[in-house]
């Protein structure tokens, strides 16, 4: 069982949007005993909720019913994967402070495309010209930067150190124009800036990805990383990591999907500084897919021979997977060119079985909208 803290069930409408939560709240109220219920509010209502109501009937019920005010205090397990990442925020609003007008930041759940976007936008800025990125040393990740997370700074010896806040600082002043960065939080929480002209010029990017391929993608993520960034990050070799099929079930129990995320997403889908991509088109419709990234930023048109000769090329999944290790990720971090493997849509999904696709299927459902769930999940 994950480590958990609690909260008073009158903060979880302005915080927390977890049908774990919600569901905890729920049997909570129903162990009150009936001689101690309050005669202000529906229990038959909340009785007659089946066992699968989503993550967004569920509060609904408890808040429009009158169950969080009748029972302010009372106490709900929060699971740690819930609780902020208090180091990760300080960093984004250091990091805040530096952005400029017009600025993208590419905001995704992890393993749905965002390297593959990272590298097909710095192909676009410097028109395939890779040794730009200034070779393994700095990497993608000194090229377009992970806003609230410090990535590791590697070494001339190949060792890794954590970069200081001057680090930080140099690092984000001295990127050309256009800039690129990424993140992985939830929308609410997406960086922005306190200047009003910097923070309505900002352009937001996501990318959508059936929710099947992600687990065993992540499997094969964590697998790679080497002995010398598990030092680094100060923690052995997750142990699931010898075991596929425990670490996919230990995802789809709530470990690592991150339900707000998406919700927040479909809540902002259709805001005029977000472009939504999907998985496909990205892997599929390079071409289309650049032209509309160019567009949508308002970057300088390509001509056709540039774009289909010295950008593509760059973005191509094969010449990726060849050369991630001396542009990409430095194999300190990654193990030699394992970082970028299939880049196949379906592909992952069939790495998992049907039952752990079944249970995902289902803690979706509860967790999302119909429409959003059909965004995210394919049954095809």
Wanted: proline share 5%; net charge negative; hydrophobic share 35%.
């Amino acid at each position: 069982m994950e480590p958990a803290t609690t909260a008073n069930l009158s903060d979880l409408s302005a915080i927390y949007h977890d049908y774990v939560i919600w569901n905890d709240a729920r049997s909570k109220l129903l162990a009150v005993p009936t001689e101690e219920r309050s005669q202000d509010v529906d229990w038959q209502k909340l009785e007659n909720l089946p066992e699968n109501t989503s993550q967004p009937t569920l509060s609904s019920t408890l808040i429009d019913s009158g169950f969080v005010k009748a029972y302010p205090t009372l106490k709900v397990d929060i699971p740690e994967r819930n609780k902020r990442n208090e180091e990760g925020l300080e960093r984004q609003a250091r990091m805040e402070k530096h952005l400029r007008k017009g600025d993208c930041i590419t905001n995704t759940l992890p393993k749905c495309g965002q390297t593959a976007l990272q590298t097909l936008l710095l192909s676009i800025k410097l028109k395939g010209n890779f040794d730009l990125i200034g070779g393994a040393h700095r990497g993608l990740m000194c090229s377009s930067p992970w806003i609230e997370q410090p990535f590791p700074i590697v070494n001339e010896d190949g060792t890794l150190r954590k970069p200081t806040e001057d680090d930080e600082k140099m690092l984000f002043e001295e990127l050309e124009e256009p800039r690129v960065f990424k993140q992985h939080v939830n929308w609410e929480d997406k960086a922005t800036s306190t200047d009003p002209e910097i923070a309505a010029s900002l352009k937001y990017i996501t990318v959508v990805r059936d929710l099947k391929d992600v687990p065993f993608s992540l499997y094969k993520h964590k697998s790679n990383l080497t002995d010398t960034f598990w030092a680094f990050r100060g923690v052995e070799r997750p142990a699931n990591l010898d075991d596929p099929a425990k670490f996919v079930d230990e995802l789809i129990e709530g470990e690592f999907f991150n339900w707000t995320f998406l919700r927040g997403h479909w809540a902002r889908r259709n805001d005029a500084n977000m472009l939504t991509l999907t998985f496909e088109e990205l892997t599929r419709e390079p071409e289309a897919t650049a032209r509309k990234l160019i567009a949508f930023l308002g970057w300088p048109e390509l001509d056709d021979e540039t774009l289909r000769e010295k950008v593509l090329p760059k973005a191509n999944i094969a010449w990726l997977r060849d050369n991630q290790s001396d542009y990409l990720f430095h194999e300190s971090i990654f193990r030699r060119n394992t970082f970028v493997r299939q880049g196949k849509v379906g592909e992952n999904k069939t790495k998992i079985t049907a039952e752990q696709i079944g249970r995902l299927k289902e803690r979706a459902q509860q967790e999302l909208e119909p429409d959003c769930f059909a965004m995210w999940f394919h049954d095809s």
